[in-house]
């Protein structure tokens, strides 16, 4: 199966973004929406490179398996995911929805690396907007996150030898969830792996089942 990504770039002013559709007509309720964001070395205005990293070549490998729109923005260079910039990307993800009416109980939010960051602080700034998180290698204020996603799905992964961003923060995220009450969270915490965790992690089966059961409200 040829998988097609559509590009968008970005001469409106508005974030370029890559947005995948799956074949096929789509569920009675809308397909479920992903909102991917890519790492620091993805940043640019092409639209393409961050659908090159992570999810993207996951999706190739197996479409089968991600039934779902796929929404990729790309972060400006010299820029990270917070503030203004996940103020846009959350303004575009409104435009996704109301153009495309995916299903709004099953909007997801995952990310790496520097996305992982961004995963994190997005989730706790919309706190009540998905119905899961899957940050990867990425890091966050453990208040933020215990005072605020004590509610929400989380499955975070990283690798012990991850020498970019320690493995200590997800460690400190996994107790800042188990305070908050949180009764859904998992934490994968891959032994001898690097910064790349995500490459296994997006090709995790049970992930993958555990990331569509999930529905918000």
């Known amino acids: 199966m040829r998988v097609r990504f559509r590009y968008f770039d970005a001469h409106s002013g508005h974030l370029p973004f890559a947005l995948y559709v799956p074949p096929g007509r789509p569920p009675a309720l809308g397909w479920p929406l992903i909102l991917f964001l890519h790492g620091s070395r993805e940043r640019g205005q092409d639209g393409k490179k961050q659908t090159t990293v992570g999810l993207g070549p996951a999706i190739r490998e197996n479409p089968e398996a991600w ?55 997005m989730a706790i700034r919309y706190p009540d907007k998905f119905a899961a998180l899957a940050p990867i290698c990425g890091a966050a204020d453990p208040f ?46 891959y ?24 529905k918000r409200g």
């Not at 039934?67 to 409104?94: D, F, I, K, N, S």
């Not at 970019?164 to 188990?178: C, H, I, K, T």
């Not at 296994?200 to 999930?214: D, T």
């Open 67 to 121: 039934p779902a729109l796929v929404l990729m923005p790309q972060c400006p260079q010299g820029l990270t995911w917070q503030g203004t910039v996940l103020e846009a990307v959350y303004a575009l993800l409104g435009v996704v929805e109301r153009r495309a009416k995916p299903d709004p109980r099953r909007i997801y939010l995952t990310g790496l690396s520097m996305g992982g960051h961004g995963a994190w602080n």
């Open 144 to 189: 933020a996150v215990m005072f605020n996603l004590g509610h929400l799905p989380v499955w975070n992964f990283h690798g012990d030898a991850d020498a970019v961003v320690p493995v200590e923060f997800s460690r400190v995220l996994r107790q800042a969830l188990e305070r908050s009450g949180n009764k859904n969270h998992h934490f994968t915490e």
């Open 191 to 214: 032994a001898g792996v690097d910064h790349n965790s995500w490459d296994r992690a997006y090709r995790e089966r049970e992930f993958i089942r555990w990331l569509f059961s999930q």
